[in-house]
């Protein structure tokens, strides 16, 4: 090759170098171009494949790529068809067919089997998956995004020795292993050959002389004037200072806290810590990502409460990082304490505001607090600054949701996946509006397309069992809540419905074990006592059922079908009185329902039948109880009668007790106003309500749960609370 034909090359190569360094795609594009026509060979159509990628020009880049025999160009052409969806062309550049599958002829080394990891994910593969994935680590541990994706399939898959992987995140993320790692990347590095995708090489002695001479010349038309420079080409130290201290004292020049404003559109304040360790300790790259791996190893194992300890124990400025209070905001979301992971979303958006990653959840967990002026914000301001991701238009459906507007939901959730089709959340949230829409045929699709991109997705399941349930297809709903309960064990409103279908296929013992389960799990979760006490109450264990029902009565002091059930209990342990009592309670609460009819045909036989003696001394004759049967309903505050002595008068009550007197009344938990499910009782006309994805027990909209009132022989009809 002529002198003039080197220096060509190597200066259309540098100015290559400088477009895609500055991120002028385009123009890196137009030098590429200049290099291939000037000499065409495998290197040269790299470069040009190398400028369309970074210009967003997919095809035209694996157009070019087809056929080059070099490593980074076959990588290369990998992630333009990964990219287009063309899986098996894509296997195809990173593992060609005269491997043999081996995972040794992989190009490009962890980051070839990272990719190839995902090509195998998208195509079903998840075993071989997890296999690329974990040679991935095992050959370089820097390789994060092949340990997340790990950590998810490896909990699914059916391989026992798979089964324990709590040590993996210790031997991988290991002093000696990183510090081996970082050594060959350093030597490569010096030794010429770079681990980026985008490896630039040069032809010839003359041409890299040439190429480090005009490098010199264009950095010198970026260096400062000379004036500027100390006599050794640097800023004289002293200068530097004593112009940074005139800075500081200038008030104007001052560099003053950030205060960023937060989703609600307002400055926000001093960031609140709801975690981390206030020490100053040093801590290695190592035993973070060991903290890290194993924190987020818990959370895909949905052992929530370990992850947010293992995440509590980093220093306060890891700790206040977006990543790590996005991890800590989930964990609070699956155990569904709703205040919790807002608190910790909200942080999180105070130290990155423009963050998208979580945000599916953290409006998700407004949804379920019913916070529609904070939701509104931040679907607001998400839309200001990106549309290109799903995870806005999921904030912006969960907006529209809970204002009941279900059509806007479904086309905003549409959108999402329109973005982004391998986007598993927004499948669900969709097949949830069209469950409340009563479009069942669609809302199944909906979840199986979900469960199609990860079988791991229990709220898919959870979403296909309760349709089922609704239909009473008991055996089908009992199979998917079973699959649901493998991926999600310590759910305790899975185990509720469980219990459920299990009491309507007449196996009430295991019900019972059902729902003894989940108010382990979890002890505020009223529909397990409530559930409970309705199989009690069929069994004719009646003191235990009543048991049951004033812990649910703390938890929800206005349902009225918990005093329904207390007056059903009451009148089988003939104290009518407690059982009038509780069902006037009942019939106020449920005036426009039509249980209200319910409600007054067992009063009518309390009326038929006499208030007698019962087995607490108190007595009262028939005209009583006909007295009271003719009176107005009494009006209720928060609960009780507008008078308590009038009360205690009419119902023959003990002085000084009140509706929920046998236990202290609570407030409404998980951040619910308004007491755990609402406050009046809806029919069985209305559409049942969605339960949510990920997270549970929690309100929504009016009436009180289908789990409760709509299960036979409760007596009362309602509409279904929860979401999951």
């Not at 541990?141 to 993996?168: C, H, I, N, Q």
């Not at 951040?671 to 755990?676: K, Q, S």
Request: include cysteine; proline fraction near 4%.
């Amino acid at each position: 090759m002529s002198s003039s034909a080197i220096s060509f090359v190597s200066q259309a190569k540098l100015a290559f170098e400088y477009s895609l360094k500055n991120l002028l795609g385009k123009q890196a594009a137009f030098y590429a171009e200049r290099l291939v026509a000037e000499r065409p060979c495998d290197e040269t159509t790299y470069l040009l494949g190398l400028a369309y990628f970074h210009n967003q020009e997919l095809a035209r880049a694996q157009w070019h790529l087809q056929g080059n025999k070099l490593p980074e160009a076959r990588y290369l052409l990998a992630k333009c068809c990964s990219q287009l969806k063309r899986w098996d062309l894509a296997e195809d550049a990173l593992l060609p067919s005269s491997a043999g599958g081996n995972l040794n002829e992989v190009v490009n080394g962890a980051a070839g089997l990272f990719l190839l990891g995902q090509v195998q994910e998208r195509q079903g593969r998840r075993e071989q998956a997890v296999e690329c994935y974990f040679r991935c680590l095992q050959e370089c541990p820097f390789m994060w995004e092949a340990y997340e994706r790990w950590s998810w399939l490896v909990l699914g898959s059916p391989s026992p020795s798979r089964s324990s992987t709590a040590g993996v995140a210790s031997s991988t993320f290991s002093d000696q292993k990183l510090a081996q790692t970082a050594a060959a990347v350093g030597s490569s590095r010096e030794a010429g050959v770079s681990v980026s995708p985008a490896p630039l090489r040069t032809a010839g002695h003359g041409i890299e002389r040439t190429g480090r001479a005009s490098a010199t010349a264009i950095k010198s038309q970026n260096a400062p004037p000379r004036n500027e420079l100390g006599s050794k080409g640097t800023l004289n130290r002293r200068e530097r200072r004593e112009s940074w201290h005139s800075r500081s004292l200038d008030g104007h020049a001052q560099k003053e806290p950030r205060r960023s404003a937060g989703p609600a559109g307002q400055d926000a304040p001093s960031a609140t810590v709801i975690g981390g360790n206030a020490s100053n300790e040093s801590l290695s790259l190592a035993s973070l990502l060991c903290k890290l791996g194993v924190a987020l190893h818990a959370v895909h194992g949905f052992n929530c409460q370990q992850a947010v300890d293992e995440l509590s124990s980093l220093p306060k400025r890891h700790y206040e990082t977006g990543y790590v209070l996005d991890l800590v905001g989930l964990s609070h979301f699956e155990s569904a304490d709703y205040k919790k992971s807002e608190l910790a979303y909200n942080q999180a958006w105070r130290v990155e505001p423009h963050r998208v990653e979580g945000l599916e959840y953290y409006s998700s967990a407004l949804w379920h607090l019913r916070r529609d002026v904070e939701l509104c914000r931040l679907a607001q301001q998400c839309l200001q600054w990106d549309r290109l991701r799903p995870q806005v238009w999921c904030v912006v459906g969960n907006c529209f949701s809970l204002q009941k507007e279900h059509d806007a939901a479904i086309k905003l959730f549409k959108r999402a996946i329109q973005v982004d089709a391998n986007f598993t959340y927004a499948y669900t949230l969709c097949g949830h509006e069209f469950v409340a829409s009563e479009k069942i045929d669609k809302a199944v699709a909906m979840y199986e397309n979900a469960l199609n991109l990860d079988p791991r997705h229990y709220n898919a399941w959870w979403g296909l069992g309760n349709i089922y349930h609704r239909q009473e297809e008991h055996e089908n709903a009992k199979y998917h809540f079973y699959k649901a309960l493998q991926v999600n064990a310590s759910n305790s409103v899975l185990r509720c419905y469980l219990g459920m279908v299990l009491s309507a296929l007449k196996q009430p013992l295991l019900a019972l074990d059902s729902f003894d389960q989940a108010a382990q799990a979890e002890p505020q979760n009223g529909m397990a006592y409530f559930q409970k006490a309705c199989v009690l109450i069929s069994l004719d264990r009646h003191e235990e059922a009543l048991a049951d029902l004033k812990k649910v009565r703390c938890l929800a002091p206005k349902e009225a079908c918990v005093h329904f059930q207390l007056g059903k209990v009451y009148m089988k342990l003939q104290k009518d009185r407690k059982a009038l009592y509780h069902f006037n309670i009942a019939m106020d609460l449920n005036r426009d329902s039509k249980d209200y009819h319910t409600i007054k045909t067992h009063i009518e036989k309390l009326h038929i039948r006499g208030i007698s003696e019962d087995s607490t001394g108190e007595a009262s004759a028939g005209a009583g109880a006909h007295r009271i049967m003719s009176a107005a309903p009494p009006v209720l505050v928060t609960g009780g009668l507008s008078s308590p002595v009038a009360a205690q008068q009419l119902y023959g009550l003990s002085p000084g007790s009140r509706p929920g007197s046998e236990a202290p009344q609570t407030p409404a938990v998980r951040g619910v106003a308004g007491g755990f499910w609402s406050a009046s009782a809806s029919g069985s006309g209305g559409p049942p309500e969605r339960v949510r994805a990920y997270p549970v027990t929690a309100q929504r909209g009016r009436g009180s749960p289908l789990s409760w009132g709509g299960s036979p022989g409760n007596g009362l009809q309602g509409s279904s609370g929860f979401r999951i």
